[in-house]
């Protein structure tokens, strides 16, 4: 992606432009003001396109000639029933917007509108998203209206942050909810040469991810670089992986300890080798196969696999494995993990090995609504709370997979563990 800045955000957006930023995209911001209330009789489409291609002139024609060739503007309304429903006037608005919203199907409309220096359009398209929401209690509402988050947001609600815990699915391009249809904006920048084409597709679908993350570690104050993308790419070859790498990822996870000791030694020699994770669950037998190098075991859940790292450690001279312990927070026991109120005293017990070092917990959700793996990812949150001590502190939560990965950073993730949304789907055959 091209650093220089080329391109003025015709938006106060914090989202957006974390979002334009993450994806390696340079901005300056030069914010429009205008009317944006609809038209007598103006339907929901028509009237984002409008409000965007209406922003993106005003900044184009209030710009210098030293100002940047290009101008970009987005507008996102939330409809219901066909109807455009605006930002709260108040927060009892806010409050009525909401339990009309309760248990319904709405839509999310982003239009975005990309102007050269001479005010051509180039590009101006929309985007729709349905959202879920689940049926929602007046307490949950009022509480939630009361942290003043809905009352600069279309539809009086932010998916990417407190009201993540309302939705049930989101079904099109989520970014669109947060406020700019990402995937769209950016093959329009590359197709007029605002910035760099991507070198290959894997490229342009790490941008879309890291431009995620970065509106999501916004949405809650937090630095995007207090969060770690693990790649996962099992059942993908050392081709896609050096792809990956050339692209600028270099954090990957594997599942299986065979495939990734094999790309470990294929790709060893890279000018940026990968930083590996093993994020299976690993049976004690198979700590002797992880390769050297690894930076992090995410799936302890046994005291003979804390063992045998132990006893792994002790024959390779390394100092310790860092590790995390995986906790199973749903219902099937079948589910590896340990359950949470087995937690404490597996860290004490851990604690006995000098060579095994807990740096967090990890889960994995349910398969279910996005509002129930918010939920579950909140608690593993608590309990990390409850469990860190000053000499363990458990600094690290892994959670967060494709499908769920901005809520999981909302609730306090630092790794997030994406496979298809990068690579695609799988395309070796079964596990050595």
Same mark, same amino acid.
């Given at each position: 992606m091209n650093r220089s800045p080329r391109l003025l955000l015709a938006s106060a957006s914090p989202r957006r432009l974390a979002m334009l930023q993450g994806a390696g995209v340079a901005v300056e911001v030069r914010a429009a003001h205008l009317d944006e209330a609809p038209h007598t009789g103006e339907?929901?489409?028509?009237?984002?396109?409008?409000?965007?291609?209406?922003?993106?002139?005003s900044v184009a024609r209030s710009r210098s000639s030293e100002d940047q060739p290009f101008v970009l503007a987005s507008d996102t309304v939330v409809t219901l029933d066909g109807q455009i429903l605006g930002k709260p006037l108040d927060a009892l608005d806010a409050v009525a917007t909401l339990r009309r919203l309760s248990g319904r199907l709405h839509h999310v409309l982003t239009a975005f509108a990309l102007l050269d220096r001479q005010g051509l359009i180039l590009a101006h398209e929309l985007t729709k998203t349905a959202v879920q929401f689940r049926p929602l209690t007046g307490e949950e509402i009022e509480a939630y209206v009361a942290t003043g988050e809905p009352l600069d947001k279309a539809g009086a609600y932010g998916i990417q942050g407190g009201a993540g815990r309302f939705?049930?699915?989101?079904?099109?391009?989520?970014?669109?909810?947060?406020?700019?249809?990402?995937?769209?904006?950016?093959?329009?920048?590359h197709r007029f040469g605002v910035v760099g084409a991507p070198a290959d597709p894997f490229a342009l679908r790490l941008a879309l991810v890291r431009g995620r993350i970065a509106a999501a570690a916004s949405a809650v104050n937090r630095s995007v670089a207090d969060v770690t993308l693990v790649a996962v790419s099992k059942r993908h070859d050392a081709a896609s992986l050096r792809a990956a790498l050339g692209a600028g990822q270099r954090d990957f996870g594997e599942n299986y300890t065979q495939e990734l000791a094999v790309k470990a030694l294929a790709l060893a020699s890279e000018t940026?080798?990968?930083?590996?994770?093993?994020?299976?669950?690993? +049976?004690?037998?198979?700590?002797?196969?992880?390769?050297?190098?690894l930076v992090l075991v995410h799936a302890l859940d046994s005291d003979s696999t804390a063992a045998a790292l132990e006893r792994e450690a002790?024959?390779?001279?390394?100092?310790?494995?860092?590790?995390?312990? +995986?906790?199973n927070l749903t219902p099937d026991p079948q589910r590896s993990g340990l359950r949470a109120e087995d937690v404490p005293a597996f860290l004490e017990s851990v604690e006995r090995f000098e060579r095994v070092r807990v740096s967090g917990l990890m889960t994995l959700p349910a398969e279910g609504p996005l509002f129930a793996s918010r939920a579950t990812f909140a608690r593993l949150a608590t309990l990390r709370d409850a469990c860190a001590t000053p000499t363990r502190p458990l600094h690290a939560l892994s959670m967060g997979m494709s499908a769920d990965f901005d809520q999981a950073i909302a609730e306090g993730a630092t790794i997030v563990r994406i496979g298809?949304?990068?690579?695609?789907?799988?395309?070796?055959g079964s596990p050595p």
């Open positions: 339907s929901p489409g028509p009237h984002a396109l409008r409000v965007a291609l209406e922003k993106a002139v939705v049930e699915s989101v079904d099109g391009p989520y970014e669109s909810v947060v406020g700019l249809p990402l995937a769209a904006v950016l093959a329009a920048l940026w080798p990968p930083r590996w994770h093993f994020v299976g669950h690993l +049976q004690s037998r198979k700590a002797r196969e992880l390769p050297a190098g002790q024959r390779r001279g390394l100092s310790h494995f860092d590790v995390l312990v +995986q906790v298809t949304t990068l690579f695609g789907e799988r395309v070796l």
